[in-house]
T-cell receptor, first 114, second 110 residues
Framework: DAGITQSPRHKVTETGTPVTLRCHQTENHRYMYWYRQDPGHGLRLIHYSYGVKDTDKGEVSDGYSVSRSKTEDFLLTLESATSSQTSVYFC?????????????FGPGTRLTVL | GQSLEQPSEVTAVEGAIVQINCTYQTSGFYGLSWYQQHDGGAPTFLSYNALDGLEETGRFSSFLSRSDSYGYLLLQELQMKDSASYFCAVPHQAGTALIFGKGTTLSVSS
C-alpha cells in the first residue's frame, strides 16, 4: 500500500472554528489532492498540488485553503467551518500522467461540523 | 466544464456479468479511469483507458469509445466481495487531478 496517512481520522467541531486536516505521504510523489465525499455527490475535487508551494483550485474550493511547504505534507484548512463542510475528506497522491493518472488514496478523515 | 453520468445502482447475482456505463462531457479528452470503493474504505484504482477499445485485467475489463464519449466497466464472474461503489473519472483541466462521476453502487447477492 502507498504510504499515505491522514490526521485526524475523526473530528467534531463547531461552526465558525478553524480546522486543519493533514495529509502525509512517504512515497515522494509529486502530486497531491484533496477530495470530499458526500452521499449523492461522489468524490469532488477541492484543491490539488503539483509541487511544493504549487497549488490550484478544484471544483469546490470555496471555503477551503491549502498549503504544501514540503513534498510529504499537504494541509487542508477550513478557515471558518460551516455545517455544509461536514463530509469525509480524502487525500490522494500520484506520480505523473505516464501512470494513467492512477491515484492512491488515504484512509479519509470524517469531519462533523455542528 | 466536465461532467460524467453513470447509473446510481446496479444489482446482480454471484457468477453473473455486469456492465457499468459511463458517459462524459469534457472540453478535451485525456483518458477515462475507474475506481472501486468498498463501504467505509478508500477508493482504489481499477483501470485506465486512453485509447478506444477494451482493456482486460483479470475478471474486470474496461472499454472506451472516444467518438461516443462513452465507456464501461465490465465485471465477470461476480463475487460477493465485488459489492462496492464504482466511479468513472476524467482528468481535471488536462492535468493529473480527477473529476469523478457520482458513482454506481453494485450489490451482488448469492
Amino acid at each position: 500500500d502507498a504510504g499515505i496517512t491522514q490526521s485526524p481520522r475523526h473530528k467534531v467541531t463547531e461552526t465558525g472554528t478553524p480546522v486543519t486536516l493533514r495529509c502525509h505521504q512517504t512515497e515522494n510523489h509529486r502530486y497531491m489532492y484533496w477530495y470530499r465525499q458526500d452521499p449523492g455527490h461522489g468524490l469532488r475535487l477541492i484543491h490539488y498540488s503539483y509541487g511544493v508551494k504549487d497549488t490550484d483550485k478544484g471544483e469546490v474550493s470555496d471555503g477551503y485553503s491549502v498549503s504544501r511547504s514540503k513534498t510529504e505534507d499537504f494541509l487542508l484548512t477550513l478557515e471558518s467551518a460551516t455545517s455544509s463542510q461536514t463530509s469525509v475528506y480524502f487525500c490522494a497522491i500520484s506520480e505523473d500522467r505516464g501512470s494513467g493518472n492512477e491515484q492512491f488514496f488515504g484512509p479519509g478523515t470524517r469531519l462533523t461540523v455542528l | 466544464g466536465q461532467s460524467l453520468e453513470q447509473p446510481s445502482e446496479v444489482t446482480a447475482v454471484e457468477g453473473a456479468i455486469v456492465q457499468i456505463n459511463c458517459t462524459y462531457q469534457t472540453s478535451g479528452f485525456y483518458g477515462l479511469s475507474w475506481y472501486q470503493q468498498h463501504d467505509g474504505g478508500a477508493p482504489t484504482f481499477l483501470s485506465y483507458n486512453a485509447l478506444d477499445g477494451l482493456e482486460e485485467t483479470g475478471r474486470f475489463s474496461s472499454f472506451l469509445s472516444r467518438s461516443d464519449s462513452y465507456g464501461y466497466l465490465l465485471l465477470q464472474e461476480l463475487q460477493m466481495k465485488d459489492s462496492a461503489s464504482y466511479f468513472c473519472a476524467v482528468p481535471h483541466q488536462a492535468g493529473t487531478a480527477l473529476i469523478f462521476g457520482k458513482g454506481t453502487t453494485l450489490s451482488v447477492s448469492s
